[in-house]
């Protein structure tokens, strides 16, 4: 039993649903019992650092929740005495919570008459009433929150909520569903017409943007320090940490010149020497882009005084793509 599952307490299933979103049960787990660990009540989420809450987060993936969760946990704290709006159009108004966090909060932990509303909801109730509209738009969003709200029970709602969900999760999975061992198979549409493999409809996919980055580890001969910034623009990985960054238009590479230039700029004119890490790039998939990366490794006599010790790089909050390249350079990130 996961343990999310065997509470109604509001802030194990508020964190739950947050590291959940957009991410598996087997991958998310092990981040949710961290979280537990190291905040145990919302309280110690809201005292902490957001750096803090970025680090634990790392690996995760969009990081705008991991934002929104701290955001939320110093409302709930200094506003709400620590404990949870009851209803579906308070927790709704917190930062991170739509509609269907919110109402899984409200039915699960304070038995509200919400409808959860999910991918695996989403695709069950598609197949069995054989639904066409495509669950990505706005339309789909609406007609799918009101058939699932005509089908709540007269009490018990999180229950419900709950074995709907798994029914979808366990049952009626994405990709080869066991059909013959289900007990809704005379009643569904997408089983009597041969369509459950086309069901749900989704529109064509986003078109993946392509991103050409070039990342400098400046590393100090002198004190053995590297050059690490906050990323603050908003853009992905806000507020994460980052080598110095060259981005550029193409795929062919950076030019030479260009390299040079922007390090001479960096190093105030000092000496150094720039070597490329990886010949061949390497490729982080995001859901909406896609960042090819070659890692420069670029070692001075400077004494880069606004860096950061070597040896205390893990300590920060790393996108994965640059986590997974100080492993491979020999500098293992602490989870």
Known sequence: MLPWRETKEPYYIWLSEVILQQTQVKQGLPFYLSFIDSFPTVFDLANAEEDEVLKLWQGLGYYSRARNLHKTAKIVSENHGGRFPQSYDELIRLPGIGDYTASAIASICFEQPCAVVDGNVYRFLSRYFGIDTPIDTQQAKSQFKTLAMELLPQSDFGDHNQGVMEFGARQCKPKSPDCNACIFQASCTAYRLNRVSELPVKRSKQKIKKRYFNYLMVRSNATDKVLLKKR????????????????????????????????????????????????????????????????????????????????????????????????????????
């Open 232 to 335: 603050n623009m908003r853009d992905i990985w806000e507020n994460l940490y980052e080598f110095p960054l060259i981005e550029i238009e193409n795929s062919y590479g950076i030019n030479e010149q260009t390299l040079n230039d922007e390090l001479s700029k960096l190093l105030s004119g000092k000496d150094f020497e720039a070597v490329l890490f990886n010949e061949k790039d390497i490729v982080h998939k995001l859901s909406h882009q896609h960042i090819y990366t070659r890692f420069w490794i670029v070692n001075t006599e400077s004494a880069l005084d606004e860096g950061i010790p070597a040896d205390s790089i893990n300590s920060y909050a790393v996108p994965a793509l640059i986590r997974d390249f100080l492993e491979q350079y020999g500098i293992k990130q602490t989870s």
